[in-house]
């Protein structure tokens, strides 16, 4: 009976850790390689058959289609510069200069990848599109009502995130550090 | 007490191989990864435009909607695939993904290097199989390995402004697909 009990308790136990550690990867975006610059993460390898095993469960998992190597590589802000979770009630300001690249996109999503609507129907930017400084650098206002030079509306959804994707870049697997590859900076201004 | 903590102990580590036996069973066992999303609506063998995804309707999460995209739903049962896709104005990838949605190949027009991308996908088997002469006179043909039989190819091509997206959907819609017979 002892036995019974203690195996019934072993493998609850075991049941609880399994599931929600694997819970827990799938939802907060693990996986290996990361780079990290700013408030932009990416992960180039997932755009090759060498992807890590945590994030091919979560891509499976989301239904998405990595970008692949050859094409691009894919960077994701879920937060601003200083780690504030993206709110679409507040204005954001994206400025900086970017690696090079043939093209690159700006887009922002909710929190489970889909467009978000607006009275604009605009969910990114394109390089071309991009209204520039004269040192080609750029500044877009994520913000939920209208603002003049690049404005990406929120739709004034809670929650946002932005994915900049380049496409024909040198950026890469080999890509470690910041001079390599210079993202915008993020920064959270007044909210509504 | 000693018995508890070894059941516990027990627990712990039976709860670390339940994890990795989940995170690795979970691409096999998806039932709405990529390509289960994409089976429904498009044909074996056959370029299939996808509709450009809007804040009411996307077929897959994260799509770039700056891009027109076309997808072929590949079978190499049947022998070896030849892909053609016009280059558009601005840029277009072909990326090649195996059944589990892994992007195991990548490329652009500037590193195809022509007007028209062409490129032949066959299984490692039907690469040997395939006669010596024609792999010479081929020289210049870009075959793929694909790591399986069954996959996806998919077509991008940039509007780099919203009134280019029509003739970016045109340069998608006349990618082709197809079983090729020798």
Redesign the interface.
């Known amino acids: 009976m ?1 036995l019974l009990i ?2 019934l ?11 929600g ?2 819970w827990i ?2 939802t907060h975006n693990t996986g290996f390689g990361t780079l990290q610059i700013g408030a932009w993460s990416a992960r180039p390898k ?4 060498g ?1 890590d ?2 994030s ?2 979560a ?14 590589v894919a960077f994701v802000a879920r937060t601003d510069d200083k780690g504030r979770t993206l709110d679409g009630r507040c204005e954001t300001v994206i400025s900086g200069s970017t690696p090079a690249a ?2 690159f ?1 700006l ?1 922002l ?1 909710d929190a ?7 009275s604009l129907d605009r ?2 930017f ?4 991009l209204l520039r400084n004269q040192d080609g650098s750029f500044e877009v206002t994520v913000a939920p009502r209208a603002r003049p030079g690049n404005w990406l509306p929120t ?1 004034g959804v809670e929650r946002y995130i932005l ?1 900049m ?1 380049f ?2 870049t040198s950026v890469g697997v080999a890509t470690r550090a910041e001079r390599e590859a210079p993202m915008p900076s993020v920064r959270t201004g007044a909210c509504r | 007490m000693t018995r508890w903590l070894l059941w516990t102990l027990a627990g712990i580590i039976l709860g670390g191989i339940v994890h990795l036996g989940t995170i690795l069973a979970l691409p096999r066992t998806a039932s709405q990864d990529a390509y289960a999303r994409l089976a429904p609506i498009t044909a074996v063998n056959t370029m299939t435009p996808i509709p450009r995804p809007t804040a009411a309707k996307a077929l897959l999460p994260f799509m770039d909607p700056a891009f027109a995209v076309a997808v072929c739903r590949y079978d190499l049962g049947n022998g070896p695939i030849k892909l053609t896709a016009p280059v558009s104005q601005a840029y277009t990838s072909v990326t090649f993904y195996t059944r589990r949605d892994v992007a195991y190949y990548g490329i652009n027009d500037r590193a195809a290097g022509r007007r028209t991308i062409e490129l032949y996908l066959m299984t490692t088997a039907q690469h040997e199989a395939m006669p010596e002469d024609t792999e010479v006179t081929a020289a210049d043909r870009l075959i793929i390995d694909a790591p399986d039989s069954a996959g996806l190819i998919v077509i991008r091509a940039l509007s780099p402004e919203p009134g280019l997206m029509p003739m970016a959907q045109a340069s998608v819609a006349a990618a082709r697909c197809a079983t090729q017979t020798q």
């Open positions: 002892r203690g195996a308790y072993t493998f609850i136990l075991a049941a609880a850790i399994g599931l550690s694997t990867a799938l997932n755009g090759t058959a992807i095993p945590y091919r469960a891509i499976a998992r989301t239904g998405a289609l990595p970008v692949a190597i050859g094409d691009g043939r093209f996109t887009t999503y489970d990848g889909k467009l978000v609507a607006n969910q990114g394109t390089s071309e599109e739709g994915v994707r496409y024909d």
